[in-house]
């Protein structure tokens, strides 16, 4: 299944109990597809959510509310129904908005392209927590609900642990030679694994984030998107545009998936119940892959383009302690055209939620 954009998609999401799926846009604008087996997504509305573009989008409020994080620093709610806004928050942030993630029922994090990462209650109505140990554009974050952080990866090659409950930056890595673009956390909370633009993916043991424990360069090109499909195993979405499964510990490319196009793949996601896997890429396409399928390799792809499959498996846990968040230095950013608008926090966004 698959449905065309006019212009490339940035971030996708599922609704989490019914056949829906969002889409952001690159000219600002928000999408609402209806998916059913054996036929092509029907397009429910396309909404000007915002002046420049439309980086991250997720469902809030049990998917009665989409959430869209622009270029232009603002968070805007939209009415799941109909596209139309519910509320807007102009100055969320100081820079562009590069990430949204969902926490819990009444709580959502947002990171911008300078590194800043803020906590929003629903509830409370305002930013609650603030996190400022990054120096280049948020990449990725997840959620981890068992000690209430929030893992972060960042242009500026580092991984953050962040703690909600004591609101301050726990842990922070080193700074590697690659930008770090995505994160996932494995082996029942054990491994933390960061794609790079090398193509090389990273392995962080819990706990021990100043340096990776090992390094897996199975791929042979940016390693954009990722997910977790169980402890064992993830997929990943590449610039080469193939969509591979790939096992951690032992590491090893298992199979490819699925080709989307010969261009970068941006994003990817599963659906609540798991039998589709999303992914959105530069050919402006959404496709929708039944994940069965996929997984029993029923999809002819040709991975040739997979690098030399090089690692060490050494699982070795023998890193230096942690860091100090404050002594790290250096940056480099990807980002371009970042939006400079500053101004008070609206602190009644979700009033109306």
């Known amino acids: 299944m698959e449905a065309l954009h006019e212009e490339m998609p940035f971030d996708l999401a599922f609704h989490p109990s019914s056949p829906l799926v969002a889409t952001s846009l690159i000219t600002g604008e928000l999408h609402l597809f209806r998916y059913a087996a054996e036929s092509q997504p029907e397009r429910l509305f396309a909404a000007k959510a915002h002046k420049e573009s439309c980086r991250a989008v997720r469902f809030a409020d049990s998917g ?100 909600l409950r004591r609101n301050k930056v726990k842990s922070q890595s080193e700074f590697s030679e690659d930008e770090l673009l995505s994160v996932v956390v494995m082996k029942n909370g054990k491994k933390v694994v960061c794609g790079t633009p090398s193509g090389a993916l990273l392995l962080y043991s819990w706990g021990f984030f100043k340096d990776c424990s090992d390094r897996f360069l199975g791929h042979a090109q940016s390693v954009d998107t990722m997910l977790k499909l169980d402890e064992e195993t993830l997929i990943s979405g590449a610039a080469d545009g193939v969509i591979r499964l790939v096992g951690i510990l032992p590491n090893r490319i298992i199979q490819p998936l699925a080709e989307h196009s010969e261009y970068p793949i941006e994003a990817l996601a599963f659906s609540n119940d798991r039998n589709y896997l999303g992914s959105i890429s530069h050919d402006k396409m959404l496709k929708l892959w039944d994940l069965q399928d996929l997984l029993n390799g029923q999809q002819s792809v040709q991975d040739d383009k997979h690098g030399e499959e090089d690692s060490d498996d050494s699982d070795d846990d023998g890193m230096d302690v942690d860091m100090d968040p404050s002594s790290s230095k250096g940056s480099r950013s990807a980002k371009t055209g970042k939006s400079q608008n500053s101004g008070g926090v609206t602190s009644d966004f979700f009033a109306d939620l």
């Open 64 to 163: 009665n509310v989409i959430l869209t994080g622009s270029a232009d620093c603002s968070i805007l709610a939209s009415d799941v129904e109909t596209g139309k806004p519910i509320a807007r928050l102009e100055d969320a942030h100081e820079n562009g908005i590069n990430r949204l993630v969902c926490l819990a029922e009444t709580t959502v994090a947002s990171g911008d392209d300078e590194g800043c990462i803020k906590v929003w209650d629903t509830r409370e109505r305002s930013c609650c927590n603030t996190f400022h140990c990054h120096e280049d554009y948020i990449s990725d974050m997840t959620y981890v609900s068992d000690s209430n952080q929030i893992l972060a990866t960042s242009g500026d090659g580092t991984l953050s642990v962040n703690n």
